[in-house]
């Protein structure tokens, strides 16, 4: 069982180009999540989806949208990359009980 | 809103005990999770306390006082590799997690 993965591992972007962070689960859970995670910093809500075909924004939702077509796979898109959007990026899924979340491994995200 | 408030670093001594607080402002309470993150890696589930009172996981202990607004996460016969990042979180009425700003938790010989 993978749990969470997340592609790809890393990128380096330059400004204004798109970009998709890839996130797929196999523990069927029905919530899924987007966290960005600043350097030093806590992780900060970006979308949620709480089933497939529904979706949320969360804290810091500008700049970044999601689909949730299915259960297992929750992307993430930025439209028009910007410096600020340099991160590291978590995909989460949690089953009935929201407070037990499992992390996917991380996408670091480099904006030029 | 909800807000979480936690030391941002805390030093101890291998074998020692270290309690990391957490205390927070909800506009409803719905329970308190900690996570551990171990520097370049990803947030891993440790307890979670829905209760007033000591819930207990191996060395591993968190505590939760409602009346308070506050618990703790309590290590104790601290090993080297538990030298990681630790967040507070509660769920808001829609069962997303705001988390801590996080404690950096750094294990000395």
């Known amino acids: 069982i993978a749990g969470i993965t997340q592609a790809p591992t890393s990128q380096i972007l330059a400004a204004g180009r798109r970009m998709t962070l890839r996130c797929t689960q196999d523990?069927?859970?029905?919530?899924m999540y987007w966290y960005r995670q600043d350097l030093g910093l806590g992780l900060r809500l970006i979308h949620y989806?709480?089933?497939?075909?529904?979706?949320g924004k969360g804290e810091v939702p500008d700049g970044y949208s999601v689909s949730r077509a299915n259960t297992d796979d929750f992307p993430l898109t930025l439209a028009s990359a910007v410096p600020s959007q340099t991160s590291v990026y978590f995909c989460?899924?949690?089953?009935?009980?929201?407070?037990?979340?499992?992390f996917g491994p991380g996408t670091r995200l480099t904006v030029l | 809103g909800q807000s979480l408030e936690q030391p941002s670093e805390v030093t101890a001594v291998e074998g020692a005990i270290v309690q990391i607080n957490c205390t927070y402002q909800t506009s409803g309470f719905y329970g308190l999770s900690w996570y551990q993150q171990h520097d370049g890696g990803a947030p891993t589930f440790l307890s979670y306390?829905?209760?007033?009172g000591l819930e207990e996981t191996g060395r591993f202990s968190s505590f939760l006082s409602r009346s308070d607004s506050y618990g703790y996460l309590l290590l104790q016969e601290l090993q080297m590799k538990d030298s990681a990042s630790y967040f507070c979180?509660?769920?808001?009425?829609?069962?997303?997690?705001?988390f801590g700003s996080g404690t950096r938790l750094l294990v000395r010989p």
């Open positions: 306390n829905a209760l007033d």
């Open positions: 523990m069927r859970h029905n919530a």
């Open positions: 989460a899924s949690s089953g009935q009980k929201g407070h037990t979340q499992y």
């Open positions: 979180a509660a769920p808001d009425s829609s069962y997303k997690l705001i």
């Open positions: 989806s709480n089933t497939a075909g529904t979706t």
